[in-house]
């Protein structure tokens, strides 16, 4: 199984989870063009996208891709919220879905936004956790042998004269360095092999110490998934 991030960052997020014959979307905030060039002109290869939410940097080309003849999976909340309508669309309840090999279990998150939610996606040898965006995920669990979750920003990383208005919202709406700390300490990490850091600030981040900090917390390898291509958007 591969997860491979395309794009992550306030600008657009997109990220591929490839297993055999299974190709799934995660998010599609980025214009189709630029959907159909990060995976190698092949769309018609996958089979569904799952969005977590509604905002644009997520949810950009949400009609475009079922236009474009896949499926896509999100809450009632985002689908209302989006307007999107249509055979392709699948509104998520709390039970789990079966797409091609692997089982999709939506999972109430915390954000700004209506309905939000992250994705536990389980196939033959993985379980994967994937989050963003959220400031706070409230449950355990086990078996996880890939963590892809958002680390926006740090106490240690927010200057001293931020605007409070923004301050609020992001403990309010994005997972900060602190609080991923505490939720990776209470979940069982003894299968998991690989820890994706998300949807890092541009301003509020630092990706070597946020990896480095991961790392001697968990004592797995950790990989940061770089925002610089968003820029082209």
Request: negative net charge; aromatic residues 8%; glycine residues 8%.
């Amino acid at each position: 199984m591969q997860f491979i991030p395309h794009y992550s960052s306030s600008r657009g997020n997109l990220y591929s989870l490839i297993d055999g014959d299974l190709r799934l979307l995660l998010e599609c905030g980025v214009p189709i063009a630029r959907i159909r060039e990060a995976v190698g002109y092949r769309l018609s290869d996958y089979q569904a996208c799952l969005l977590t939410h509604c905002h644009m940097d997520h949810a950009k080309a949400a009609k475009d891709v079922m236009a474009a003849g896949l499926d896509l999976y999100c809450s009632e909340g985002t689908a209302d919220a989006l307007g999107l309508t249509g055979h392709r669309l699948h509104r998520l309840e709390r039970d789990p879905v079966g797409i091609g090999g692997a089982r999709v279990l939506p999972v109430p998150v915390q954000h700004d936004a209506p309905d939000p939610v992250g994705f536990l996606i389980a196939g033959p040898g993985y379980k994967l956790l994937f989050a963003t965006d959220t400031y706070f995920i409230g449950y355990r669990f086990r078996g996880l042998t890939h963590i892809c979750v958002e680390c926006n920003w740090s106490l240690k990383t927010i200057p001293e004269d931020i605007d409070p208005a923004h301050y609020r919202r992001l403990l309010t709406s994005h997972m900060m360095l602190e609080t991923l700390v505490d939720m990776l300490r209470a979940n069982d990490l003894s299968r998991v092999r690989e820890i994706h850091l998300l949807h890092l600030s541009r301003e509020h981040a630092d990706a070597d110490m946020f990896r480095e900090t991961i790392m001697q917390v968990t004592g797995r390898p950790v990989f940061v998934a770089e925002n610089n291509p968003a820029e082209r958007i």
